[in-house]
C-alpha cells in the first residue's frame, strides 16, 4: 500500500483549515472568491466576477507572496516546464509542479500545506507536462484528482492523504480498457478531467486510441467509454478503413474538455487521427477519419454522441484543437467558441452544433504524394476573420536585417506557399500558421459583460515536408533500433528539435540508465512506449545514447523495407527561422485580440510579447498559456517565452496598464481569487519553453498594497 508523502504543516492544521466548508463562490461560467475548476469554471471563460483589483489601479499590484515547488529542472531544451492553472478554494491552493507534485497551499500566505509526490520518492527528471488538477466533494467529503504518467489518481484535498478506495490503492490505469493489450501502449494525461455529478470525465494523449472515458469518483470504476475511432456498427466507423479501429492511434483530447452541467453536456475536443509520422501521412487511413480533428458533444452522464463538427477532414497537417471550447451566449442563445491552430474560431450553437456564422466550403488542392488522399473539401468560418495570417506570400518575409530577408527570401523559393490545407510535400510546404498554432492550450477568455472573446496567438510559419520512408537498418545494435524508432523525432544526430523534443546529446549525463529505461518503456508527453523493445533492446539502445561503440550499426549489413503501407514518413519538425533564429515571417510574431461574439468584429488586436535583445520590442513573440478577465476590467496575461512579462491591459481597449518580469516564462494561465475580502492574482512561473535558459518551478501572486 502506497503511504502519502504529505510533508510540511501538521495534519491537524490542515485539516482545521478545511473546517467550516461553504458554498463554492462561483457558477458554470464564472469564477468569485474561489477558481474551482481548471480555467475558473465549468464553462471555461477564465471569467471573474472580482472587481477588488480594476482599471484604476491595477497599477499598484505588488508581490503578494511566493512559493518555489523547489522541481525545475535541466536546461530550457530538455528540462521541465510548469503550465498549470491552479484551482483556488477556500482560500486553500492547488498546484502541480513541473515533477508532478501537488502542493496544497495557503492562499492569502503562500504557505504550504501539505504536499503529495506520486513518484513515491522516485527520481523525476524527464518532463512531466500537467496542466492542473480537478476537485470534487459532496457531504463533506473533498477529493483532488488528478494524472501522472499512465494513473489516474485521487487524494483527500484537506489532508494531502491518498485515497485506497480510489481503483487500486489510490490508482486507476488509464492503459487498461482500451481494447488493446496495455504492455504495447502509452497513455498519459496532459490536462485535468472535468467532474460532472459523481464522474471524472478524462481525455488522454499518447500512442493509444484516444477514447473518451468517465470514471466513478468514489471507487475508480470505469461507467461509459466513448470510442473516438469508431467500432463496427458506431457512427463514423465508414469513414476509416475497415480494420482500423483495431489498430489506429490518435483522435484524443488531450486539450482538455469543457462541461456544459445544466445541459448536462460534455464538449470534447479531438485532435488528429494520426499519431507521430501518421500525424502527416495518412496513406494507410483513407477517408474523412470521424473523429479526428472534431469538437464532439457527449452526454456527460452517458456517453452517448450529441453531435459532432468536423473541424478538419483526414487531417494530414496535425490541426489538432489545441484547447477546449470557451461556452458563451451570442445573442441570447447558448454558443460556443472553439479557436484552433488554425488561426480561426468557430462560433457554433451549443445545443446543436450548428455554426452561428457562415462557412466557407474550400476545394484545396489534392495531395501529389503517392497513396495520399486528401479530402477534396474543408471548411472555414467566413466569420470572425481569422486572427492569424494564412498565406505566407514574399512580401510577408521578415525585414529584420538585410541578411535575414535574403536568407529567408532564398528558402521561401524552394518551398510551396498555398494557404489553408496546402498538403504536406516532398519539397516542403509552408504551414501559417504553424504546429504551435495559431491558438494554444491557455484557450480563449470571454467577459460576459462585453460579449469580448480574448485569443492570444502565435504567428509563425513551419515547414511541412514528408520523405520517402528510409530502409530499415538491419540488426538489433542500440544505433540501428534508434535510427529506425527514434530519429524522426530526436533526428539522425541527436540534436532534436527543443524544447518540445529535446536533443538526447549528452542525455547520459542528465539521466540515470534506470531512469531513460522508463522513458523508453513507458513514454511520455508525445513520446510513445517503446514495448517492442526486450531488455536487450533497451540495454543496447542506452549503450548507443551513452556513446559504447559496441554498439554501432553493422554498415555492411543489408537493410531491409520498412512497413507496408508506411511508404512516406514525417521529416521533423522545422521552424521556419532566419540565420539568428527569429521567426522568418514578418511581425508580429504573437498577438492578443479582443473578438466580439455577437458581432463577430475585432475591437482590438495588439502585438504580444517581445525579444528583450532586440531593439524593437513591439515584434510580439511565442506565448502558451491563456489570459483571465475580470467584472474589474482587466485582462491579465503572462504567456510569453522570451521576455518573462506578465501583463495587464484594460479589457475594453487592449491599453496596456501594469507589467512585471517573472523570474521565470509564465507559460500557464493565471488565475483570481479572494481570502478574507482581499483579492489576489496567481500566475505559476516556470519557463521551459525556452531552450536558451534554465526553467523554474515558482508560484507568484500579486494584490494591491
Known amino acids: ?106 492562499a492569502a500566505k503562500g504557505e504550504q500545506l501539505w504536499v503529495f509526490d506520486p513518484a513515491f520518492g522516485d527520481v523525476v527528471n524527464t518532463k512531466q507536462r500537467l496542466r492542473g488538477v480537478s476537485y470534487w466533494s459532496n457531504a463533506g ?10 494513473k489516474l489518481m485521487a487524494v483527500d484535498a484537506r489532508t494531502g492523504a491518498l485515497i485506497d478506495g480510489f481503483g487500486h490503492n489510490g490508482e486507476v490505469d488509464l492503459k487498461a480498457g482500451l481494447g488493446r493489450d496495455p504492455s504495447t501502449i502509452s497513455v498519459s494525461n496532459v490536462t485535468p478531467g472535468v467532474v460532472y455529478k459523481d464522474l471524472i470525465i478524462m481525455g488522454s494523449t499518447g500512442n493509444t486510441p484516444g477514447h473518451i472515458r468517465a470514471y466513478d469518483v468514489r471507487t475508480g470504476a470505469l461507467k461509459w467509454i466513448f470510442h473516438t475511432i469508431p467500432h463496427p456498427g458506431e ?29 448536462g453536456i460534455v464538449y470534447v475536443p479531438l485532435g488528429s487521427a494520426g499519431m507521430g509520422n501518421k500525424d502527416f501521412y495518412g496513406g494507410d487511413r483513407a477517408g474523412d477519419n470521424l473523429f479526428g480533428t472534431s469538437l464532439v458533444a457527449l452526454d456527460a452522464a452517458t456517453g452517448k454522441r450529441r453531435w459532432h463538427f468536423q473541424l478538419v477532414k483526414h487531417d494530414v497537417w496535425d490541426r489538432d484543437p489545441p484547447t477546449p471550447p470557451t461556452l458563451i451566449t451570442v445573442a441570447g442563445k447558448p454558443a460556443l467558441a472553439q479557436v484552433t491552430k488554425a488561426g480561426v474560431v468557430f462560433i457554433l450553437d451549443r445545443l446543436t452544433g450548428q455554426s452561428l456564422y457562415p462557412l ?19 471548411v472555414l468560418p467566413l466569420k470572425p476573420e481569422p486572427f492569424t495570417r494564412q498565406t505566407l506570400t514574399a512580401d510577408l518575409l521578415t525585414h529584420r536585417t538585410p541578411e ?132 536487450a533492446d533497451r540495454a543496447a539502445l542506452i549503450g548507443y545514447l551513452k556513446g559504447d561503440p559496441r554498439q554501432t550499426a553493422q554498415k555492411e549489413a543489408p537493410a531491409y523495407p520498412s512497413t507496408d503501407g508506411d511508404p512516406y514518413v514525417f521529416d521533423g519538425y522545422t521552424q521556419f527561422l532566419d540565420p539568428d533564429g527569429y521567426p522568418a515571417i514578418a511581425p508580429p510574431w504573437g498577438t492578443l485580440s479582443a473578438i466580439n461574439v455577437n458581432t463577430g468584429e475585432y475591437a482590438w488586436k495588439i502585438p504580444l510579447g517581445g525579444y528583450p535583445e532586440l531593439t524593437d520590442q513591439t515584434t510580439g513573440s511565442e506565448n502558451y498559456g491563456g489570459a483571465v478577465v475580470t467584472a474589474g476590467g482587466v485582462v491579465f496575461i503572462a504567456a510569453t517565452v522570451y521576455d518573462n512579462r506578465f501583463r495587464a491591459f484594460d479589457k475594453r481597449t487592449g491599453k496596456l496598464l501594469w507589467q512585471t518580469i517573472l523570474p521565470a516564462a509564465g507559460i500557464a494561465t493565471p488565475a483570481t481569487y479572494s481570502v478574507g475580502k482581499k483579492q489576489y492574482v496567481v500566475i505559476s512561473a516556470g519557463g521551459g519553453k525556452n531552450a536558451k535558459v534554465k526553467p523554474g518551478g515558482e508560484i507568484i501572486a500579486y494584490s494591491l498594497p
Open 1 to 106: 500500500m502506497h503511504v502519502t508523502k504529505a510533508i510540511g504543516l501538521s495534519l491537524l492544521f490542515a485539516l482545521a483549515a478545511c473546517s467550516g466548508q461553504r458554498p463554492i463562490d462561483g457558477t458554470s461560467s464564472t469564477s468569485g472568491a474561489d477558481w474551482a475548476v481548471y480555467h475558473g469554471n465549468a464553462n471555461g471563460t477564465h471569467y471573474s466576477t472580482l472587481d477588488q483589483i480594476n482599471t484604476d489601479n491595477v497599477k499598484n499590484l505588488k508581490v503578494a507572496w511566493r512559493f518555489d515547488t523547489g522541481d525545475g529542472f535541466g536546461e530550457g531544451g530538455s528540462g521541465s516546464d510548469m503550465e498549470g492553472n491552479p484551482l483556488i478554494i477556500r482560500g486553500q491552493l492547488y498546484a502541480v509542479s513541473p515533477k508532478g507534485r501537488i502542493f496544497c497551499l495557503d
Open 141 to 150: 467529503e473533498e477529493r483532488i484528482l488528478f494524472t501522472f504518467r499512465s
Open 235 to 263: 457512427a463514423g466507423y465508414e469513414t476509416w478503413p475497415k480494420d482500423a479501429w483495431k489498430t489506429a492511434m490518435g483522435a484524443n483530447a488531450w486539450s482538455g474538455l469543457t462541461l456544459d452541467p445544466e445541459n
Open 360 to 378: 466557407q466550403e474550400l476545394h484545396p488542392a489534392p495531395s501529389d504524394i503517392p497513396g495520399e488522399i486528401t479530402s477534396l473539401t474543408q
Open 404 to 535: 535575414a530577408h535574403a536568407a529567408v527570401a532564398k528558402t521561401f523559393a524552394t518551398v510551396r506557399s498555398r494557404g489553408a490545407f496546402d498538403p504536406p510535400s516532398i519539397g516542403g510546404t509552408i504551414l501559417l500558421p504553424g504546429m504551435d498554432g495559431g491558438a494554444e492550450y491557455g484557450g480563449a477568455a470571454y467577459d460576459p459583460q462585453t460579449g469580448l472573446l480574448y485569443v492570444n496567438a502565435n504567428e509563425m510559419a513551419w515547414i511541412l515536408k514528408v520523405k520517402k520512408q528510409p530502409p530499415m537498418i538491419a540488426g538489433r545494435s542500440g544505433e540501428a533500433l534508434y535510427q529506425n524508432a527514434c530519429a524522426t523525432c530526436h533526428g539522425v544526430e541527436r540534436k532534436g528539435s527543443p524544447p518540445e523534443f529535446p536533443s538526447l546529446v549528452g542525455v547520459a549525463q542528465r539521466l540515470t540508465d534506470a531512469q531513460i529505461e522508463r522513458q523508453i518503456t513507458v513514454g511520455g508527453g508525445r513520446m510513445p512506449a517503446f514495448a517492442q523493445f526486450d531488455a
